[in-house]
């Protein structure tokens, strides 16, 4: 089992950006506990962040292409505006979860709004970063399934 883990605008600055939003865990440590706990899975995952909707739009365009099997996403603002990225999901029809660290819906209104979660299974939000060891188990299980 394959998975891309892709990550939007301004993860790459975690443990910097607003501590008391999203802790104080650096974006470097996440990814490597991300790829100790898919060993311990025996799985494979792929890390991608960007900061350029089209790159990420370019990823989960070639996670289909190499044959990967799901998408664990934080979209990070690109949630709120990006319906390039939920159209990129909807055309490759990977099973995908939406991720979020803090609680969209308990910030700004305009956080309230996702566009990418109508392309998406599950979302896990609020859960600070064992959120994405809930999707990656989520997918796993889903995937095993079928």
């Known amino acids: 089992m394959k998975l891309l ?3 939007g605008p301004n993860l790459n600055l975690l443990g910097i950006r607003e501590p008391a939003i999203y ?3 650096t974006f470097a440590d996440l990814c490597e506990r991300i790829k100790a706990y898919a060993k311990e899975k025996g799985i494979e995952v792929r890390l991608v962040q960007s900061n ?3 790159d990420l739009v370019d990823a989960i365009q070639q996670a289909y292409f190499d044959g ?3 998408i664990v996403m934080n979209p990070g603002a690109y949630t709120h505006t990006s319906i390039a990225l939920l159209d990129a999901l909807k055309g490759v029809g990977l099973p995908a979860v939406e991720v979020h660290i803090s609680d969209p819906d308990t910030r700004e209104d305009f956080r309230k709004i996702s566009f990418v979660r109508a392309a998406c299974v599950a979302t896990i939000k609020g859960h600070g970063t064992q959120g994405y060891f809930e999707a990656i188990d989520l997918l796993i299980d889903r995937l095993s399934e079928a």
Do not use: A, Q
């Open 5 to 7: 883990i892709l990550n």
């Open 23 to 25: 802790g104080h865990e």
């Open 68 to 70: 990967l099997d799901g």
């Open 52 to 54: 350029h909707e089209g």
